[in-house]
């Protein structure tokens, strides 16, 4: 064990000082989505899938940085990353939809002025809802209509229609 040190020793301490690094910036990126999230009022469940995306994206940037720190070659990396790229660009060009509710979701939780609760109406031609926001998840919205239905709506056409508030929390005023 003391010869790898020995052998490794800066890359050892380069290792530790990104992992140091990369859990710092990570808590601040989850400490700062949780405090947009309690104050913009939305779900502790929405800014914790905020943060796993958050920190997927810093392991994936902490891979790239290991990768040079282990001494890697810059070509090397330039193949490796281009052909992952490659596949992953095809991938998503077939789940493109997904990709774009998960998108949206992001978007939502960081300017989406409705929460739930309230009553919105959406101005959709071929099927207008009206109805109060149950949940806000990565993928839909989970709407109630008033004669108890519920219905999913994918984020991304959330964000395409327009939508009109008609009650700010409707969930608390029927309880009362």
Same mark, same amino acid.
């Given at each position: 064990?003391?010869? @790898?040190? %020995?052998?490794?020793?800066?890359e050892v301490i380069?290792?530790?000082? #990104? *992992?140091?690094? #990369? *859990?710092?910036? &990570?808590?601040?990126?989850?400490?700062?989505? %949780? &405090?947009? +999230?309690?104050r913009s009022g939305t779900t502790e469940v929405r800014a914790n899938l905020i943060g &796993?995306?958050?920190?997927v994206t810093i392991l #994936?940037?902490? @891979? #790239?940085?290991?990768? @040079?720190? *282990? +001494?890697a070659d810059f070509g090397d990396i330039a193949v490796v990353f281009s052909s992952v790229f490659a596949v992953i660009g095809i991938a998503l060009f077939a789940i493109w939809s997904i990709l774009s509710n998960v998108t949206s979701g992001v978007i939502m939780f960081f300017s989406f002025p409705y929460k739930v609760g309230d009553k919105i109406k959406i101005h959709d031609k071929d099927y207008p809802i009206e109805a109060i926001i149950e949940d806000i998840r990565a993928f839909q919205l989970i709407l109630r209509e008033d004669n108890g239905d519920l219905v999913t709506y994918p984020n991304n056409l959330i964000l395409?229609?327009?939508v009109t508030l008609i009650q700010k929390d409707a969930l608390d005023d029927s309880s009362i």
């Amino acid at each position: 064990m003391y010869t @790898f040190y %020995k052998t490794y020793q800066t890359e050892v301490i380069y290792t530790a000082v #990104l *992992l140091i690094i #990369l *859990l710092s910036i &990570r808590a601040i990126i989850v400490i700062a989505v %949780k &405090r947009i +999230g309690k104050r913009s009022g939305t779900t502790e469940v929405r800014a914790n899938l905020i943060g &796993r995306y958050a920190t997927v994206t810093i392991l #994936l940037v902490g @891979f #790239l940085i290991e990768s @040079f720190i *282990l +001494g890697a070659d810059f070509g090397d990396i330039a193949v490796v990353f281009s052909s992952v790229f490659a596949v992953i660009g095809i991938a998503l060009f077939a789940i493109w939809s997904i990709l774009s509710n998960v998108t949206s979701g992001v978007i939502m939780f960081f300017s989406f002025p409705y929460k739930v609760g309230d009553k919105i109406k959406i101005h959709d031609k071929d099927y207008p809802i009206e109805a109060i926001i149950e949940d806000i998840r990565a993928f839909q919205l989970i709407l109630r209509e008033d004669n108890g239905d519920l219905v999913t709506y994918p984020n991304n056409l959330i964000l395409q229609k327009a939508v009109t508030l008609i009650q700010k929390d409707a969930l608390d005023d029927s309880s009362i």
